[in-house]
């Protein structure tokens, strides 16, 4: 019955058999968290340097109402350009798939297919949140509450400061969603190492954050863990550079009345104009840092099984 919604890739799917080190990555950051020709440019270069670390990548996303576990080359190229896939979080999921059409997944979307198809490690480079004004607006990404039920573990820069990154911190502790520093105390700001937040638990090798993740799932508590790994210092952004061109991103969503699931595609490109592109740079280069880091950490859960 589930092979009807899902099809997983026969590489990823063998490589699931052979208890290798698979690891999910997102759509949406192709189709709306980047601009063409970058964005498959860096999803390509993303599964390079997983395969590099012996890993094998799994892009997700839905095609023609179809959840795919491992876009082949053309479908993450069709992605990138198409301009009509649709964002697909978990309420979206039911629609894309019942009226054929395609989507591509957010954190929340990914996390259920990596699921469905037994694939506990998951590599993207920010993550949804609480927004700021969430008290008024009730904005809070749907990614929360999926790490909150979802047994995946993401392997991200942290969260934009566009979010209230205390709220959003709060909601994962209510949540009894675990959140890392990855060589760090503190949460990373995707931009910025430091966000002036401190995470639960420092974590300093892959085969740490295996062992964690391995006894959580084994007690059966329900849920992902956030790993928050830093970007390299070299490619950080000055912080008032960032934060000035966030607020004024911000205060542009505002006036428009930009809302709902459109605030943070908005948000991320004003962002990339108003840095005239020098933060699409940075968010290029953390995610390669974090498909490094979540295929190890892959490769050691896989030994534990
Ligand atoms: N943050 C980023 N880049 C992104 C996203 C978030 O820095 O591409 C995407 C992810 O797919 C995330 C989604 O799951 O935005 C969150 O959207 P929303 O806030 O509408 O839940
Ligand atoms: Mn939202």
Redesign the pocket.
């Given at each position: 019955m589930l092979e009807k919604y899902l099809e997983i890739n026969p590489e990823v799917e063998k490589a699931l058999r052979e208890n290798r080190a698979v690891v999910a990555l997102?759509s949406?950051?192709i189709a709306?968290?980047?601009p063409y020709p970058k964005n498959v440019e860096t999803a390509l270069r993303v599964e390079e340097i997983i395969r590099e670390n012996q890993g094998v990548p799994a892009t997700i996303g839905i095609i023609n109402g179809r959840m795919k576990v491992g876009l082949t080359r053309e479908e993450i190229e069709h992605m990138a350009k198409s301009g009509d896939v649709m964002?697909v979080?978990r309420r979206d999921i039911p629609f894309a798939i019942a009226q054929k059409l395609d989507g591509?997944?957010?954190?929340?979307?990914?996390m259920i297919g990596a699921s469905l198809a037994g694939i506990s490690v998951f590599v993207?480079?920010?993550?949804?949140?609480v927004?700021r004004e969430a008290g008024e607006t009730f904005?809070i990404?749907?990614?929360l509450q999926e790490f909150a039920s979802t047994n995946v573990a993401v392997v991200c820069a942290g969260?934009?400061s566009i979010l209230d990154i205390g709220l959003t911190l709060e909601y994962l502790e209510t949540h009894g969603v675990p959140v890392i520093g990855y060589g760090t105390e503190e949460f990373p700001a995707?931009y910025t190492r430091k966000s002036g937040f401190k995470v639960d638990y420092r974590v300093d090798t892959p085969e740490a954050l295996a062992s964690a993740a391995k006894v959580k799932w084994d007690l059966g508590l329900r849920g992902g863990m956030v790993i928050g790994n830093p970007i390299p210092t070299e490619y950080e952004m000055a912080y008032d550079t960032i934060n000035r061109a966030i607020e004024e991103a911000l205060d542009e969503a505002k006036e428009l009345g930009i809302k709902?699931?459109e605030?943070?595609?908005f948000l991320?490109s004003k962002i990339k104009a108003i840095t005239s592109g020098a933060s699409l740079e940075s968010?290029i280069q953390l995610v390669y840092n974090n498909a490094r880091l979540g295929a190890k950490f892959a490769l050691e859960l896989s030994k534990l099984y």
């Open positions: 997102e949406t950051i709306h968290g980047m964002k979080s591509a997944t957010t954190v929340a979307g990914t993207t480079g920010g993550i949804g949140g927004h904005d990404s749907a990614d969260a934009k995707f709902g699931k605030t943070t595609p991320l968010n």
